[in-house]
């Protein structure tokens, strides 16, 4: 076996959970091989670099091993080595914590009680409470 389609290697190295989502991602032009946008038929190789973009990261993997049939997640080392850059996980990690209010999954919408509380919470009117933080710097010299 010297070559596999990219789609079937994706889902049987356990990138994307099914054959089609695979499909799909390299239909978005989300999966590139050394850089160049591929189709869900294209034949990869080993020593091939894949890089799959799952916004806000790109995920970049070097073909070890070639195969078409699903595996365990304990086999997906001897078949994909992981070469994302460092940089890509602070990207990650940024994104996590860059104040986006985590809602517990599964709670659906806000209601209508949740969306005020946010609002109160979040009220520009709070930063308006009387102080004054424009500090006079020029009395200080004025001491010395």
């Given amino acids: 076996m010297l070559e596999v389609r990219i789609d079937k290697w994706m889902w049987a190295t356990r990138i994307f959970k099914t054959r089609t989502i695979a499909a ?50 304990k086999l997906v080392p001897d078949y994909l080595e992981n070469v994302t850059p460092p940089e890509q996980y602070e990207i990650l990690e940024m994104n996590r914590i860059s104040g986006f209010v985590d809602r517990a999954r599964g709670l659906g919408r806000p209601t209508k009680k949740d969306r005020r509380e946010l609002e109160q919470f979040t009220d520009p009117g709070l930063l308006n409470d009387g102080f004054d933080f424009d500090f006079d710097f020029d009395s200080e010299d004025d001491e010395e």
């Fill in 24 to 73: 799909e991602a390299c239909k978005k032009n989300r999966v590139m091989i050394n850089g160049v946008n591929v189709k869900a038929s294209r034949m990869i190789k080993v020593g091939d670099i894949i890089q799959v973009r799952k916004p806000p990261v790109t995920f970049s993997f070097k073909v070890l091993d070639l195969t078409e049939r699903r595996m365990g997640a």
